[in-house]
């Protein structure tokens, strides 16, 4: 797929950040992802000090490849939104940033005959996004280590590789999600 220059943001909850920071990473038109904590009130939160914060993951995505909608179609396949666990830490959470995103969730939530109330689902405006510690940022891909040292090799630091294209691909590849997308292959002669 062919990147636009405008990206925009979405937030989700869906248990442990690990495994949706790769199940989306992978996603065509998603270009960085990063997880953290948001939702609670408590300040600064850590994983070993989370309050009542809850883990969510971060998708930075090229609007013109895939949709905010394509990606609430996707959360929602990857829940139980008549469930919630009562512990926060692992909420399911849609935290919209925008009054579009929030207009294209409230339709979609309609268009399956929900509403934001009726539903186990958190569904609330994102106050503040607190980027979790780097060990926990492409968690898989952190477990390869070959790959890790390629990134060091070629001068990434941990910031670099949490925000980098390649690493939230190569994130997916590694929790054994397909990133392939195949077009027309080139000419061999
Ligand atoms: N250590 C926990 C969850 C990690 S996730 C970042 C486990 O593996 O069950 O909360």
């Not at 979405?10 to 989306?24: E, H, K, R, V």
């Not at 809850?54 to 990606?71: G, I, K, N, S, W």
């Not at 959360?75 to 207009?103: D, I, K, W």
């Amino acid at each position: 797929a062919t990147a636009s220059d405008e990206t925009e943001t979405a937030t989700f909850g869906l248990g442990c950040f690990w495994g949706p920071d790769a199940q989306f990473g992978a996603v065509d038109g998603v270009v960085r992802t990063r997880v953290g904590y948001a939702g609670g009130t408590s300040r600064d939160p850590t994983y070993h000090s989370l309050g009542d914060h809850t883990e969510v993951f971060q998708v930075e995505f090229d609007p013109a490849t895939v949709t905010y909608r394509e990606l609430l179609e996707l959360v929602f396949e990857s829940h139980a939104p008549n469930r919630q666990t009562r512990n926060t830490q692992y909420q399911n959470a849609v935290l919209t940033a925008t009054a579009a995103q929030q207009a294209t969730l409230t339709e979609f939530l309609s268009s399956r005959g929900f509403t934001a109330d009726g539903i186990g689902t958190r569904i609330e405006q994102l106050s503040r996004f607190y980027p979790a510690e780097d060990y926990h940022q492409k968690y898989k891909l952190r477990s390869v280590s070959s790959l890790m040292d390629a990134f060091d090799e070629a001068g990434y630091d941990d910031e670099a590789v949490r925000e980098s294209p390649i690493a939230a691909k190569l994130n997916g590849y590694a929790a054994g999600h397909d990133v392939a997308v195949l077009e027309e292959p080139p000419a061999s002669e």
